[in-house]
């Protein structure tokens, strides 16, 4: 932990830069937007089905949106691009706060998405990714930890608002969070990193620098992307679908929003962790023991039933999600350089945000059909193990 105190001190501003970015991002997040969902359905009237098919299509066309968006972060300059978005993010809070019928809701949905989930996430992680070499994996690790802060910490601020001021009236406070204090705060932290010693390990190294037209014709690409897939993909259907869940493993909603607290926790472990080994040993070579935790979570949930899973499922849960992406963000690095970084990170986070808008519904199907969760989790470690086969046919050999 040493070392990592003193990179902190070495690159504070920029790694707050990434930090906040991320953090901020989980307005758009599955796990914030889920504590809405009932309140939502309510106010507007709609089935959980007609509404797990408004957030899948929200999902999907903010995936296909982001595809052509997110090279952008590849040339304009990062506080111009990462304002204009951050103001989008606001846009987004500003519609759920009047969202009186399913177009509304569908367009707050969609920006929620694009904005929070997919590019202020994608401008952190890129930036962090494309400013260091050496100690690529701890930046990328510690601006990480802006995911699982919010997981500890929004689902109570969440649950308070709603209480206190109804569920659209928090939308207007989360709206004004933006402009009142990312804006000027990302900015400041920038303006600072530009000031600093010029001592960031840019990365200028002589290799090849692929495009995303060579990427997407690399066969270890679409081996590993099950792989890196399944973890959002799982853990989105998981969330929305958080009621399935309480009622076939008999746990509570308090029980449920008291282990998000541990799952916070465990994700940001993991995501600390995952970083110092990607500095010692290269994101290339862990790859393929990536998706072992998400098996274990998901045999535990296939055979352990009562109340006492609850929080180790969620536990195991959060150090799958905190370990896999810093491999990931690094691995696209490490492999294709960074001169296309933010256009190749951005075919790989819109490919998981399509699958994450395809498993509510997906799931959603299942359990319509009475498909029990034994079934429906055994299958889903079936899905992980392939995943895996896949990352060792790509990675599986050791490589310096």
Not at 112 to 118: D, E, K, M, Y
Not at 215 to 226: A, G, Q
Not at 371 to 389: E, I, P, Q, R, Y
Request: aromatic letters at 14%; charged letters at 10%; hydrophobic letters at 50%.
């Amino acid at each position: 932990m040493t070392a990592y105190w003193q990179f902190i001190r070495r690159h504070w501003p920029l790694l707050g830069f990434g930090f906040f970015t991320i953090f901020w991002g989980n307005l758009g997040q599955s796990f914030f937007i889920s504590f809405y969902g009932a309140s939502i359905q309510q106010t507007l009237d709609i089935s959980a089905g007609d509404y797990g098919l408004i957030y899948a299509l929200a999902t999907l066309t903010s995936g296909l949106m982001l595809m052509a968006l997110g090279g952008k972060v590849d040339r304009y300059p990062l506080k111009t691009f990462s304002s204009a978005v951050a103001l989008g993010l606001m846009f987004a809070c500003t519609v759920m706060w009047f969202a009186d019928s399913v177009i509304w809701l569908w367009l707050g949905f969609f920006l929620l998405r694009l904005c929070g989930q997919g590019l202020l996430p994608h401008i952190g992680q890129t930036t962090m990714a494309r400013s260091f070499d050496k100690d690529r994996g701890k930046a990328i690790s510690l601006s990480a930890c802006g995911v699982p802060l919010g997981e500890a910490l929004l689902p109570m601020l969440a649950v308070a608002l709603i209480a206190g001021a109804g569920w659209q009236q928090s939308w207007l406070w989360l709206g004004l969070s933006i402009p009142l204090l990312y804006i000027p705060f990302s900015r400041y932290l920038l303006n600072k990193a530009a000031l600093s010693p010029p001592d960031v390990q840019m990365n200028q190294s002589g290799g090849t620098h692929y495009s995303r037209r060579h990427v997407l014709k690399d066969v270890r690409f679409w081996l590993v992307l099950p792989a890196m897939l399944a973890g959002p993909f799982l853990v989105t259907a998981i969330f929305i679908q958080q009621n399935y869940v309480l009622e076939q493993r008999g746990w509570t909603t308090a029980l449920l929003a008291t282990s998000f607290l541990i799952y916070g926790v465990l994700h940001w472990a993991g995501s600390i962790w995952s970083g110092i080994l990607v500095d010692r040993f290269r994101a290339r070579n862990l790859v393929p023991f990536i998706s072992l935790p998400m098996l274990v979570a998901m045999l535990l949930l296939t055979f352990a039933h009562g109340s006492w899973l609850a929080p180790i499922f969620m536990a195991i849960l959060g150090l799958s999600i905190g370990v896999t992406g810093p491999v990931f963000n690094a691995l696209w690095a490490e492999v294709y350089g960074t001169t296309h970084l933010g256009a190749i990170r951005a075919l790989a986070t819109s490919l998981m945000i399509l699958s994450t808008a395809s498993s509510p519904w997906l799931f959603g199907l299942l359990i319509d059909s009475q498909v029990t969760a034994t079934t429906l989790f055994g299958g889903c470690s079936l899905g992980v193990a392939f995943a895996m086969l896949g990352t060792l046919l790509a990675y599986g050999k050791k490589q310096g």
